[in-house]
T-cell receptor
Framework: GAGVSQSPSNKVTEKGKDVELRCDPI?????LYWYRQRLGQGLEFLIY????????KSGLPSDRFSAERTGESVSTLTIQRTQQEDSAVYLC????????????FGPGTRLTVL | AQKITQTQPGMFVQEKEAVTLDCTYD???????LFWYKQPSSGEMIFLIY????DEQNATEGRYSLNFQKARKSANLVISASQLGDSAMYFC?????????????WGLGTSLAVNP
């Protein structure tokens, strides 16, 4: 596709359930990022994938959060045993490996934990 | 530690007028990059403009320009001839070049409202 896509666009879940969020980056982009944005806040870095290198997981808030990426394509962010404080918009971005590294964002997944 | 500061939580501007959104940054790196993104109510983060720390010219992209003052560590966004569609949140961000990481450090944003 032309841009970064994310699914689902909205997810409502009950506390304690697991959720899986998906990101399809722009074709040819080797870098992929996940961010969290709580209501009225800026973006909070979660995890970064660059090609076949080990991902930078330094932003993951707890071991309930994990992410995988298949090669240089789709990524899934998994949140286990969701808590109400996990409610936020989860944004995915991708960029070329080199150069300016401008990150292009998807529309986000709005997660609501009841 | 690297940090981005946006001191204006909200701004108002009259349609067709120019507006400046402030951004200051803190870094010990000599090489860094600064970005501005727009986030309308739909939620998508839209890239607007980029300034590299070694760029001698201020970046411009259509109605957007970046007033880069390196000594003052400021990278203000100037929007000329505001339009109603410019009403949105605006975020300033800096590329973190720690190691091989290229994650962005974000400010808290400025909400811009364009009045007709």
């Amino acid at each position: 596709g032309a841009g970064v896509s994310q699914s689902p666009s909205n997810k409502v879940t009950e506390k304690g359930k697991d959720v899986e969020l998906r990101c399809d980056p722009i074709s040819g982009h080797t870098a992929l990022y996940w961010y969290r944005q709580r209501l009225g806040q800026g973006l909070e870095f979660l995890i970064y994938f660059q090609g076949n290198s080990a991902p930078d997981k330094s932003g993951l808030p707890s071991d309930r959060f994990s992410a995988e990426r298949t090669g240089e394509s789709v990524s899934t962010l998994t949140i286990q045993r969701t808590q109400q404080e996990d409610s936020a918009v989860y944004l995915c971005a991708s960029s070329f490996r080199s150069g300016v590294d401008t990150q292009y964002f998807g529309p986000g997944t709005r997660l609501t934990v009841l | 530690a690297q940090k981005i500061t946006q001191t204006q939580p909200g701004m108002f501007v009259q349609e067709k007028e120019a507006v400046t959104l402030d951004c200051t940054y803190d870094t010990s790196d000599q090489s860094y990059g600064l970005f501005w993104y727009k986030q309308p109510s739909s939620g998508e983060m839209i890239f607007l403009i980029y300034q590299g720390s070694y760029d001698e010219q201020n970046a411009t992209e259509g109605r957007y320009s970046l007033n880069f003052q390196k000594a003052r560590k400021s990278a203000n966004l100037v929007i000329s001839a505001s339009q109603l569609g410019d009403s949105a949140m605006y975020f300033c961000a800096m590329r973190d070049k720690a190691g091989n990481n290229r994650k962005l450090i974000w400010g808290l944003g400025t909400s811009l409202a364009v009045n007709p």
